[in-house]
Every structure is written in structure tokens, then in C-alpha cells.
């Protein structure tokens, strides 16, 4: 079965800092790629998705994240985080089923 | 427009008794989800309605857990005979495409507690 790992449980960084969270997948064939975010009393929304083509996908809010096959990873980057960042933020791959990982929450400090 | 919605917000219940969750997918989306998310833990896929198709409910951890859909649109995802591990948010989401890969809207979630 699928797995989907989140290094990071919690990170805590000031404002203006580069953020990156590690997405890692256990999947070896053809996978679709998502990370969702949910920020305090609010929904999980989309971030940014990959289905196939270039494997650096911006995303919304100045978020990117590239697909690297051979890592089986997709990582998660903004090169300069705000306070209003600060979130819950899932990786998620669908080979059948959509599988999430654990989330890891990002705290941003003013 | 409108989101998902659902109900209650908050439920508490004793241990041992049925719960009823309902989900307001949004209008004209075909595929509706259920996921549970506990603590620390990340969304655990439930089942899976896609139009007139035979949901898939690969995802249900017991056959306490059911879910049915009306009319294509109005969920509900019930739990017998409730237990402590059951304490968890449970989320809906809808999209306009069966398949997973496409893009799904999430609703606030329904936070269950057993006591």
C-alpha cells in the first residue's frame, strides 16, 4: 500500500525566512501529487498540484514545490514566509485513492 | 457560491450510542468523499460515492461505519454503536469529476467526541 511521509511534525520559523517541507511517497508508478493547506478555522484548501510536465509547480500565495521521480519526493518551498502562513500544510499522492500524510504545522513568527 | 457544508460542527456522544454526520457536497460536484482525521494523524480515507456508481468503501475501518448518498447529492455517514476511537474530525469534500486526481473542495468537518 501507498505511504506518505512528512518529515517535519512541527517547524517554527520567524517572517521573511525560506521555508521547505519534505514530502516523501512510497509509490514507484505514475502518481499525482497535491499539497493542501488548512489555516486556523479554516478549510483545507489546495496549495498546488502536479500531474505530469514540469516538475517545479507554483502554486498559490508564492508557494512552489518540484517533483524529484528518483527521491520520490515533492517538497514543499516559499523563499520568504509571512506570519499569515502560518498552517497546517498535507502532502497527499494518488495512485487509486488520495493518501495524505500526517501534516506537518508551520508556525510563523512575527 | 457555496461550499461544502456540514453538520453538526461539534458532536459529543456517549460511548455506545449511533451518530448520524451529514454533507452538503457542492451543488453539481458528482464525487463525494468522507475522510476521518485524528489527532496527530493524517486524513484517513472512508469511502467514496462517484454518481450512480457503487460507492467505494474500501476505506471504512468496521462495519459499524456506513454511508450512504441521496438523490446523488446529501450524504450521510453513520456510526453505529460508537467507541472511543471514533473520537475524531470527520471531513467531506466534493469534486466535479470522479477520479481522485482532480482537485477536491473540503468542508469545515464534523468533530466527534465519545466520552
Known amino acids: 500500500a501507498q505511504s506518505v511521509s512528512q518529515h517535519n511534525h512541527h517547524v517554527i520559523l520567524s517572517e521573511a525566512a525560506s521555508l521547505e517541507l519534505g514530502c516523501n511517497y512510497s509509490?514507484?508508478?505514475?502518481?499525482?501529487l497535491f499539497w493542501y493547506v488548512q489555516y486556523p478555522g479554516q478549510h483545507l484548501q489546495l496549495l498546488l498540484k502536479?500531474?505530469?510536465?514540469?516538475?517545479l509547480v507554483k502554486g498559490i500565495k508564492g508557494f512552489e514545490a518540484e517533483f524529484i521521480k528518483s527521491k520520490f519526493s515533492f517538497n514543499l518551498r516559499k523563499p520568504s514566509v509571512q506570519w499569515s502562513d502560518t498552517a497546517e500544510y498535507f502532502c497527499?499522492?494518488?495512485?487509486?485513492?488520495?493518501?495524505f500524510g500526517a501534516g506537518t504545522t508551520v508556525t510563523v513568527r512575527a | 457560491g457555496a461550499g461544502v457544508s456540514q453538520s453538526p460542527s461539534n458532536k459529543v456522544t456517549e460511548k455506545g450510542k449511533d451518530v448520524e454526520l451529514r454533507c452538503d457536497p457542492i451543488s453539481g460536484h458528482t464525487a463525494l468523499y468522507w475522510y476521518r482525521q485524528s489527532l496527530g494523524q493524517g486524513l484517513e480515507f472512508l469511502i467514496y460515492?462517484?454518481?450512480?456508481?457503487?460507492?467505494?468503501k474500501s476505506g471504512l475501518p468496521s462495519d459499524r461505519f456506513s454511508a450512504e448518498r441521496t438523490g446523488g447529492s446529501v450524504s450521510t455517514l453513520t456510526i453505529q454503536r460508537t467507541q472511543q476511537e471514533d473520537s475524531a474530525v470527520y471531513l467531506c469534500?466534493?469534486?466535479?469529476?470522479?477520479?481522485?486526481?482532480?482537485?477536491?473542495?473540503f468542508g469545515p468537518g464534523t468533530r466527534l467526541t465519545v466520552t
Open positions: 497527499a499522492v494518488r495512485v487509486d485513492k488520495l493518501s
Open positions: 469534500a466534493s469534486s466535479p469529476v470522479g477520479a481522485y486526481s482532480y482537485e477536491q473542495y
Open positions: 460515492f462517484q454518481g450512480n456508481s457503487a460507492p467505494d
Open positions: 509509490y514507484g508508478g505514475t502518481v499525482n
Open positions: 502536479y500531474f505530469s510536465g514540469d516538475p
